[in-house]
């Protein structure tokens, strides 16, 4: 005959021990990673939510970055059209006093190629992380005048992700084009030489010293 001895009070004791033990390792493991579920046996379905939240999250960070420099380099072209458009204002205002008699149409004209370098060097220094809008070589292989800016980030109701951009055509904007047999606004006659008062056969952008009148 045999006998087994049985302690339910100590079985209780350590089934309430192991009990303890685990949920000292979750809180642990909560403390440790910042997570409530950490793992995917904590919950399956929550985990695989907040796995896809954290993915997502983590692109909408890159976006933001991809919005700061889109906007920023549109910012700079913009800026840099600001600037052309004021000294494009005092080339038309010397351009009108030129037809009074007596100005000097040479000192005038002198005034005028210093405002066409001041142009180029502004289409020059509009420059952000090595895109230029406003200073092009359509001549270059590489070149495209089709420019892409990150706009947004979604995911539709089957889960499916879309990444949003807005789709920007600079040769609308370019104002010079060291191609020589393509236009930039500034050089629509392929002549960077703008500006000016001439006659029917002087050169694009010269004062025509000899005869005033406008071509």
Avoid: H
């Avoid at 970055?65 to 910012?75: E, I, K, R, S, Y």
């Avoid at 539709?156 to 904007?173: M, P």
């Avoid at 606004?185 to 392929?190: A, K, P, Q, T, V």
């Amino acid at each position: 005959m045999s006998s087994i001895n049985f302690n339910s009070a100590a079985t209780q004791a350590l089934r309430t021990l192991q009990q303890s033990n685990s949920q000292l390792d979750a809180t642990q493991k909560r403390i440790s990673t910042g997570l409530a579920i950490g793992e995917a046996k904590d919950n399956a379905a929550y985990w695989s939510i907040s796995t896809t939240l954290k993915s997502d999250n983590k692109a909408m960070g890159t976006v933001k970055d991809a919005l700061g420099l889109g906007a920023a380099t549109v910012d700079t072209a913009y800026q840099g059209l600001n600037a052309a458009k004021d000294v494009l204002d005092e080339i038309k205002s010397k351009l009108t006093a030129a037809t009074q008699d007596g100005v000097d149409k040479k000192a005038v004209q002198a005034e005028i190629k210093a405002l066409q370098e001041q142009l180029k060097s502004i289409a020059n220094s509009s420059t952000f992380s090595g895109e230029n809008w406003l200073s092009v070589d359509t001549s270059v292989a590489s070149y495209s005048s089709d420019k892409t800016v990150v706009a947004s980030f979604t995911r539709d109701a089957d889960g499916a992700v879309a990444l949003g951009t807005i789709d920007i055509n600079i040769s609308t904007v370019a104002l010079y084009d060291a191609n020589p047999n393509a236009s930039g606004i500034l050089n629509s006659r392929g002549n960077t030489n703008l500006g000016g008062i001439k006659d029917a056969t002087a050169a694009v952008g010269a004062i025509d010293t000899a005869n005033s009148t406008a071509g």
